[in-house]
């Protein structure tokens, strides 16, 4: 049996999840669903060594293109939460500054300091 159809069947099951919409709410399970198959793609990796057979040879061939759309994808999908957590962080800012808004200025109102000693 070809060593590399494990490993084809999980790069492929890992691209038909990173291909779907991710959905607010059900991101924590599409990303658990990620991690993984990451981990056991990461398994049938390692358990991969040459030589390799003709039959394995035009496997990895289909894989190369699948995994660089599979690194596209990821990358998209780190850039929209590093999004989503920049926005939380400004929102979250931006609440803080609503409920106390004299919290930035100075403490210094109104006082005079010398500098001299």
Known sequence: MNRLLALHETTVQLQRILSKEVVEGERDATLEQINVLLDEREQQLNI???PFSEDEQE???KLLPINQDIQVKMDELFSQIKQ???SIKTQKRSNQTYTNPYQSLSN???MFLD???
Request: aromatic residues 6%; proline residues 7%; neutral net charge.
């Open 84 to 86: 989503d957590v920049k």
């Open 108 to 110: 210094y109102d109104g």
């Open 48 to 50: 991969v060594q040459p």
């Open 59 to 61: 496997v990895g061939e």
């Open 115 to 117: 500098h001299k000693k």
